[in-house]
T-cell receptor, first 112, second 109 residues
Framework: SQTIHQWPATLVQPVGSPLSLECTVEGTSNPNLYWYRQAAGRGLQLLFYSVGIGQISSEVPQNLSASRPQDRQFILSSKKLLLSDSGFYLC???????????FGPGTRLTVT | GQNIDQPTEMTATEGAIVQINCTYQ??????LFWYQQHAGEAPTFLSY??LDGLEEKGRFSSFLSRSKGYSYLLLKELQMKDSASYLCAWEDSNYQLIWGAGTKLIIKP
């Protein structure tokens, strides 16, 4: 069976500090990978998605970046966090078809 | 343009039935998903509709009308554990999901 891991579960970081969130998937190969952000009481905002190693598509302009150094590893980074970067960050994977997405447990980021 | 609407909040009684509606406007559509999200947790997949009609999975059913741009999630025999947000998302022609803001369902005893 497939599992998806995200860490850390919670993070408190000062404004201007760097960020690195990691996501890994087990039990499948060549998954589509996604990073979402969810503000409190809001829907999911797609940040990045990847259909393969080194292939990253960005959905919104921001101070975040993503990388996929290995087939089942997806990393979300920032060089300098802003207060507005606070939120619940979710990593998800899907097969090529069907496209239902399965989510990791999420990272709750608070920028202070 | 592309838009998806669902009610912000609904309240229902334990043991009852509730229907959560979702409407969308889009120029490209492949299917519609429903997810459940408990507070502080990640969303979990509930259902996927591609064709018009009703898909039943135990106490949960999902309906789709492509011509009307309309879907609903039907929850029967409500239990307290069903208190959660329910997210609808449509799948565009590039197989990306466009998410609604979610409907917070409050179950009262």
């Amino acid at each position: 069976s497939q599992t998806i891991h995200q860490w850390p579960a919670t993070l408190v970081q000062p404004v201007g500090s760097p960020l690195s969130l990691e996501c890994t998937v087990e039990g499948t190969s060549n998954p589509n990978l996604y990073w979402y952000r969810q503000a409190a009481g809001r829907g999911l905002q797609l940040l990045f998605y990847s259909v393969g190693i080194g292939q990253i598509s960005s959905e919104v302009p921001q101070n975040l970046s993503a990388s996929r150094p290995q087939d089942r590893q997806f990393i979300l980074s920032s060089k300098k966090l802003l207060l507005s970067d606070s939120g619940f960050y979710l990593c998800a994977w899907s097969r090529t078809e069907p496209y239902e997405q399965y989510f990791g447990p999420g990272t709750r980021l608070t920028v202070t | 343009g592309q838009n998806i609407d669902q009610p912000t909040e609904m309240t229902a009684t334990e043991g009852a039935i509730v229907q959560i509606n979702c409407t969308y406007q889009t120029s490209g559509f492949n299917g519609l998903f429903w997810y459940q999200q408990h507070a502080g947790e990640a969303p979990t997949f509930l259902s996927y509709n591609v064709l018009d009609g009703l898909e039943e999975k135990g106490r949960f059913s999902s309906f789709l009308s492509r011509s009307k741009g309309y879907s609903y999630l039907l929850l029967k025999e409500l239990q307290m554990k069903d208190s959660a947000s329910y997210l609808c998302a449509w799948e565009d022609s590039n197989y990306q999901l466009i998410w609604g803001a979610g409907t917070k369902l409050i179950i009262k005893p």
